[in-house]
């Protein structure tokens, strides 16, 4: 196997504060620990609003043999942003990270000297967090649930990785859109190696990620990577049967004993309000689903790239 050349691929949202520090950090730790491995940088900014495009542009002039660009027409998700900078990677293989610092780019180290040793997929997951409280509890929530689909799922997850040629052209050749880019990469089942690690606290701005795109994510993780929600509906179906089953008994002794069991409009009501509601969840889900394929036979892209520096080598 050849080792000549690896490309970063940052995905860069709100990240303008950083960048120049991401950059430096990367091409120390490449200077003095992996010289000999031809690194590259591709950034793609996701529609960003804070002048990162801006500030990219300043870091490509500076390093035009060194940092690629890719500017997506508007923000279209981190998943897709990495998958834009994954399509136009030509390298033996590729590394994620993050833009906000938060991943120590001393990693990039210690992936590689990985991949070397034959792994054709490299995690670093988060061990450790600096971040709130409810964070930390939604997190662990969130990847409980894909351990049942991925047992080799790290319990904090993982956003900075390797992935060698291999690896990645298998990844690409996935179709779907909506998708739980962690689990897929766990999926392949090719050669892993984990490498923990205690991830940072963000030393500019605020995180962007909000409590609807964690849920978006999570939604992404619970339909793509498990029949969770399915088994449950027909599961609930069931209970909800027997349950009836079981009133319907209760009625017939409560006639034959001149009873009428909890007489009254307020139980009607209530069973018929938890009933209804648990039908207009199942259709929700459904829903999900059926919305999830329409979308896919769509056949719109992932992502549209407005702008690439340099054309030539990206």
């Not at 450790?128 to 689909?149: E, P, W």
């Not at 909800?240 to 009625?251: E, N, R, S, T």
Request: overall charge positive; hydrophobic content about 45%.
């Amino acid at each position: 196997m050849k080792y000549e050349s690896v490309a970063v691929v940052v995905p860069v949202y709100q990240n303008r504060e950083s960048l120049a520090d991401l950059l430096q950090q990367i091409f120390s730790v490449h200077a003095e620990h992996a010289s000999d491995i031809d690194l590259s940088v591709i950034f793609v900014d996701d529609g960003s609003t804070d002048g990162s495009w801006g500030e990219l542009t300043k870091l490509h002039s500076a390093n035009p043999s060194r940092v690629s660009l890719i500017k997506l027409s508007r923000n279209f998700g981190q998943v897709n942003a990495i998958l834009a900078g994954y399509a136009h990677a030509s390298s033996n293989a590729v590394i994620t990270m993050s833009a906000d610092l938060q991943d120590p780019p001393e990693l990039l180290a210690k992936m590689i000297d990985k991949w070397r040793s034959g792994s054709d997929v490299v995690i670093a997951h988060r061990a450790q967090r600096d971040d709130d409280l409810l964070s930390r509890i939604f997190s662990r929530a969130a990847y409980r649930v894909a351990r049942r689909a991925h047992p080799d799922m790290p319990k904090g997850g993982f956003d900075c990785m390797l992935m060698s040629r291999k690896a990645l052209d298998i990844l690409l050749s996935f179709p779907s859109r909506h998708r739980f880019l962690q689990g897929d990469i766990l999926w392949l089942g090719l050669p892993t190696s984990f490498i923990p690690y205690a991830r940072q606290a963000r030393p500019h701005g605020r995180s962007t990620w909000s409590f609807s795109r964690k849920f978006k994510y999570f939604t992404d993780l619970l339909l793509d990577s498990s029949f969770v929600p399915i088994k449950a509906m027909s599961r609930l179906g069931f209970l909800i049967a027997f349950l009836g089953m079981l009133y319907a008994v209760i009625i017939v002794f409560a006639r034959l004993a001149n009873e009428t069991p909890w007489p009254g409009w307020a139980p009607i009501m209530v069973t018929l309000l938890i009933v209804g509601g648990l039908i207009m969840v199942m259709l929700g889900v459904i829903g999900e689903y059926l919305w999830r394929i329409y979308d896919d036979i769509k056949g719109r892209p992932r992502y549209i790239v407005e702008e690439m520096w340099p054309t030539d080598r990206l």
